[in-house]
């Protein structure tokens, strides 16, 4: 079967860094999708990788090794308005999206 | 504010009940999504619709129906619901399903509570 494993919740402090991690396990890889969900609101994208490396797009990285499966997307210099749930989602070979259950980000002043 | 619009944004139903689910979407995207999105889970695909005809249904139950009268507009009708439909139900649109780099952009969803 198809899996998208990440972690449940994570605490980390205000102005520190963060490091959320995927692992998949699906059939086929058409591109890796991180996107951020604040409570009672709506998904929102954040970065897309397919090849292999780091995508940095101002605060927010996101990394991808499709040998071993994995991603994850680093913070930097967390704001309290981080504070969300943070969505992986990766497309396989029929072009649909698997979904991770979500991480939830605690940010503590 | 994403260009993806939902009505309604809460919804408590009967068993018995008929109601329908609305998105809207203003990006001109071809491709409209239906989720479900329970607590702790992932989101569940339930329907995919592209260019107005349905290129996907996830084992849906059939208490759960469809329509797509244009690529701009996406209903979910429902009748007698079970208490476990309750959730927070996502409408999406992008580009197109098989596009490189599309992004699904997502509305703000509807919380259904089945009583």
């Known amino acids: 079967g198809q899996n998208i494993d990440q972690p449940t919740e994570m605490t980390a402090t205000e102005g520190a860094i963060v490091q959320i991690n995927c692992t998949y396990q699906?059939?086929?890889?058409?591109?890796l999708f991180w996107y951020q969900q604040h409570a009672g609101e709506a998904p929102t994208f954040l970065s897309y990788?397919?090849l292999d490396g780091l995508e940095e797009k101002g605060r927010f990285s996101s990394f991808l090794s499709r040998s071993k499966g994995y991603s994850y997307l680093l913070l930097k210099e967390l704001q309290m308005k981080d504070s969300a749930s943070y969505l992986c989602?990766?497309?396989?070979?029929?072009?649909?999206?698997?979904w991770g259950a979500g991480t939830k980000l605690i940010i503590k002043p | 504010e994403t260009g993806v619009t939902q009505t309604p944004r809460h919804l408590v139903m009967g068993m018995t009940n008929k109601k329908s689910l609305k998105c809207e979407q203003h990006?001109?995207?071809?491709?409209m999504y239906w989720y479900k999105q329970s607590a702790k889970k992932p989101l569940e695909l339930m329907f995919v619709?592209?260019?107005?005809?349905?290129?996907e249904n996830n084992s849906v139950p059939s208490r759960f129906s469809p329509e797509c009268p244009n690529s701009s507009h996406l209903f979910l009708h429902l009748h007698t619901l079970q208490p476990e439909d309750s959730a927070l139900y996502l409408c999406?649109?992008?580009?197109?399903?098989?596009?490189?780099?599309?992004?699904?952009?997502f509305g703000p969803g509807t919380r259904l509570t089945v009583t």
């Open positions: 999406a649109s992008s580009q197109g399903p098989e596009d490189k780099s599309y992004e699904q952009y």
């Open positions: 990006l001109g995207h071809n491709a």
């Open positions: 619709y592209n260019f107005k005809e349905q290129t």
């Open positions: 699906t059939s086929g890889f058409n591109g």
């Open positions: 990788n397919v």
């Open positions: 989602a990766v497309r396989d070979s029929n072009y649909q999206l698997i």
